[in-house]
Nanobody, 120 residues
Framework: QVRLVESGGGLVQAGGSLRLSCAAS????????MGWHRQAPGKQRELVAH???????NYADSVKGRFTISRDNAKNTVYLQMNSLKPEDTAVYYC??????????????WGQGTQVSVSS
C-alpha cells in the first residue's frame, strides 16, 4: 500500500507565507509526477502545481510567481512554498502522486488534505 500524508496547513494573514509538505510511504518502487491540488468551498478541485521526477514544473496561472513546488526524491516528499497569500487561496490542499508500487499496478494516490485559510 502507498500512503500520502500532508502537513503544514494553517491560518495566515493575507501577504503571509506557508509551506506544505507531503510525504509518500509504503511499498514504493518509483514515483513519477507529484502535485498539489486545492478545493475551495462550493468549487471544483483544481490543479495548483505539479513536478515531474526530473524536476519540470507547471503552475496554475493564479499562483505563478507566488508559489513554488519542489521535491526531495530521496525522501519521497513534495513541498509547496506559498508566498504572498491571498484570501482566495483559502482551500483544502491535496497532494497526489503517480506511483509504481512493488505489489500493484501504477496508480494515482491522494493525501487526506490540509486546510489553508487566509484572512484579509
Amino acid at each position: 500500500q502507498v500512503r500520502l500524508v500532508e502537513s503544514g496547513g494553517g491560518l495566515v494573514q493575507a501577504g503571509g507565507s506557508l509551506r506544505l509538505s507531503c510525504a509518500a510511504s509504503g511499498t514504493i518502487l518509483s514515483i513519477y509526477t507529484m502535485g498539489w491540488h486545492r478545493q475551495a468551498p462550493g468549487k471544483q478541485r483544481e490543479l495548483v502545481a505539479h513536478i515531474t521526477s526530473g524536476g519540470s514544473t507547471n503552475y496554475a496561472d493564479s499562483v505563478k510567481g507566488r508559489f513554488t513546488i519542489s521535491r526531495d526524491n530521496a525522501k519521497n516528499t513534495v513541498y509547496l512554498q506559498m508566498n504572498s497569500l491571498k484570501p482566495e487561496d483559502t482551500a483544502v490542499y491535496y497532494c497526489n502522486a503517480d506511483v509504481q508500487s512493488y505489489f500493484s499496478r501504477r496508480d494515482d494516490y491522494w493525501g487526506q488534505g490540509t486546510q489553508v485559510s487566509v484572512s484579509s
